[in-house]
């Protein structure tokens, strides 16, 4: 089946630095790829759709500026979360799809989590 | 716009037990649903979904949900509760399941006792 992998699975940084996490689609091309952030005990909430080649579209609410994304090529998608701050601490998730027909699945990465002190 | 209301935030059952997480939605078009499960600190697994073929949707690991238009839900069953069922159920609905975004409910925590 397809597999979306995410690195790191953890990261623990400090107030004001940057932290980059990449999404890649193993073994298919994803032309568009999704960002998701969950809260503790929370459901997933869309920040992003990313297609490869353009600019990411942000839901209502996400700072592009802050949550800078970068789909490169047909298999991996970056999210960069910039001067991080404690309340960026979350589990944030990438989903990846076929895309070929209205009925392909979405694949879910493992997820990273943020943790910033 | 499409939505999924999740009708009980947690759901306790004994192990041998059947399980009955209840889902309604809300679609503009006829909509794909999808039931993901999510173990704690994990990635979510996709259940089950439906994208407008049968009406009874057969997952994985005994899970089985079944679409009413109807009665706009969808809800999740198992004839059988397992202790390695315990985990956060998801409820996502979908116009098309490929490019365009997944909404997800609130999320069914279910705890299943020995």
């Known amino acids: 089946g397809a597999v979306v992998s995410q690195h790191p699975s953890r990261v623990i940084c400090k107030s004001g630095t940057s932290v980059k996490i990449e999404c890649r689609s193993l073994d298919f091309q994803a032309t568009t790829m999704f960002w998701y952030r969950q809260f503790p005990k929370k459901s997933l909430m869309l920040m992003a759709t990313?297609?490869?080649?353009?600019?990411?579209?942000?839901e209502q609410g996400v700072e592009k500026d802050k949550f800078l994304i970068n789909h490169a090529s047909l298999t991996l998608s970056t999210l960069t979360v910039t001067s991080a701050h404690p309340e960026d601490s979350s589990f944030y998730i990438c989903?990846?799809?076929?895309?070929?027909?209205?009925?392909?699945?979405?694949?879910f990465g493992p997820g990273t989590r943020l943790t910033v002190l | 716009a499409q939505s999924v209301t999740q009708l009980d935030s947690h759901v306790s059952v004994s192990e041998g037990t059947p399980v009955l997480l209840r889902c309604n939605y809300s679609?503009?078009?006829?909509?794909?649903l999808f039931w993901y499960v999510q173990h704690p600190n994990k990635g979510l697994q996709l259940l089950l979904k439906?994208?407008?073929?049968?009406?009874l949707v057969k997952g994985i690991n005994g899970f089985e949900a079944e679409f009413k238009k109807s009665e706009t839900s969808f809800h999740l069953t198992k004839p059988s509760a397992h202790m390695s069922d315990a985990a956060e159920y998801f409820c996502?609905?979908?116009?098309?399941?490929?490019?365009?975004?997944?909404?997800f409910g609130k999320g069914t925590r279910l705890s299943v006792i020995a």
């Open positions: 990313s297609n490869e080649g353009s600019k990411a579209t942000y």
């Open positions: 439906y994208t407008s073929a049968a009406t």
């Open positions: 989903s990846a799809s076929l895309a070929k027909t209205s009925t392909d699945t979405q694949y």
């Open positions: 679609s503009s078009y006829s909509p794909s």
């Open positions: 996502v609905v979908s116009v098309w399941a490929g490019n365009t975004p997944l909404v």
